[in-house]
């Protein structure tokens, strides 16, 4: 529906036209039909995605590790359906993890690191876009260690995050030792010799986050 409007009398009783010495008023008098279209009416190319869904397979030992990962830490995984888009949550506390099932071994893999770090990180922690920030960022440099390119999905995740923060980048700056240590505290419990190739994919990360920031 839209809104109908019809333009009001000036004092002398005459309405006013689009040269007139007098400001018009409108005034709302009723609503009309107008054609909508929903995007499956809508023809061209699909539109993109701002974090493209990792389709790889072939990951599922490493998704065991991430699921000993999180029990070693106290925490307990459900792979479920979780019906509401997400890829994963956390909840600390009740100390689960859970991850959408119907995910490639990869993005669950992805997902897997990104919870993990909310689990070590986050708790009572009230700053939602620093924690995203920081769980992606560690999750990118998680995957990258296994062999995961999950530039697709994570340098979308942190644009997006990182454009509401004023101070991004700051931001980011200032946990770059919280979300390194992070990632080698869980690639060590998955028993992953990491430091060294971390701080290469460090670089990486700050990059595409400070440029997005």
């Known amino acids: 529906m839209a809104p109908i409007f019809k333009k009001g009398a000036q004092p002398n009783g005459k309405l006013c036209d689009s040269f007139g010495g007098h400001a018009q008023e409108e005034h709302l008098i009723g609503f009309r039909s107008v054609p909508v279209f929903d995007i499956s009416q809508t023809e061209g190319k699909e539109l993109p995605e701002v974090c493209q869904r990792l389709v790889q397979e072939g990951f599922d030992l490493d998704l065991q590790l991430f699921k000993e990962a999180a029990n070693f830490i106290g925490f307990y995984v459900e792979e479920i359906s979780i019906g509401d888009g997400s890829n994963g949550d956390c909840t600390h506390a009740i100390k689960r993890i859970r991850i959408e099932e119907s995910n490639s071994s990869a993005q669950k893999c992805k997902t897997m690191a990104h919870e993990l770090t909310h689990a070590i990180l986050h708790e009572n922690f009230h700053d939602r876009a620093l924690a ?37 980048s700051i931001l ?11 990632a080698t505290k869980i690639l060590e419990i998955m028993n992953k010799d990491s430091k060294d ?17």
């Open 132 to 168: 995203e920030l920081e769980a992606e960022s560690a999750a990118f440099l998680i995957c990258n260690e296994i062999g995961i390119d999950s530039s697709t999905y994570s340098f979308g995740y942190l644009a997006t995050w990182a454009g509401g923060h004023e101070n991004a």
């Open 172 to 182: 980011i700056k200032s946990s770059a030792n919280r979300i390194r240590d992070a």
């Open 197 to 213: 190739s971390v701080n290469e994919s460090w670089s990486e990360c700050q990059a595409e986050c400070f440029k997005a920031a």
